[in-house]
């Protein structure tokens, strides 16, 4: 780990002796809340070697019905595409926007759907994230 603050963390891996940031924050809140929704983690990874900067995805503790995934971020909205437990934006032309918006927000909501047709949704406060960010550039220049 490299940095955290409030409900945002940043870490520093290697792959292939490539080091590589990223910031994730699990849920706040999960609903509904009778479900088992496992853990629940949002992710920016800073990429170093291509024209996008950054690359979001979520994680979940169940399979996503192949369905797209809405985020907002104060009410800028996002689609994700889910592969098994995992999603990804949509665009990922949009990537930097997104990342901008996290910077610059108060709280991302999520809402997806469970391959088992299952309606959730979640929240991420963002108060942190700037900071956290920040330490994952200055660890991966």
Known sequence: MIGSMDSWSAWKVYENKAA???VYS???SKKPEHLDHGRVSLFVRRLRSSKIRTEASLQVGY???PTAI???VDGKRFTMIPRGSYAWLRR???EAEFARALEKGRMATIEAT???GNRTSYSF???GFTAVMKK???GCR
């Open 26 to 28: 699990d849920a706040l």
């Open 20 to 22: 590589i940031c990223y």
């Open 136 to 138: 994952a550039r200055q």
């Open 63 to 65: 399979e996503f019905a």
């Open 125 to 127: 406060p963002l108060k």
């Open 114 to 116: 469970s391959r088992r």
């Open 92 to 94: 990922t032309e949009r």
């Open 70 to 72: 809405r985020i907002a």
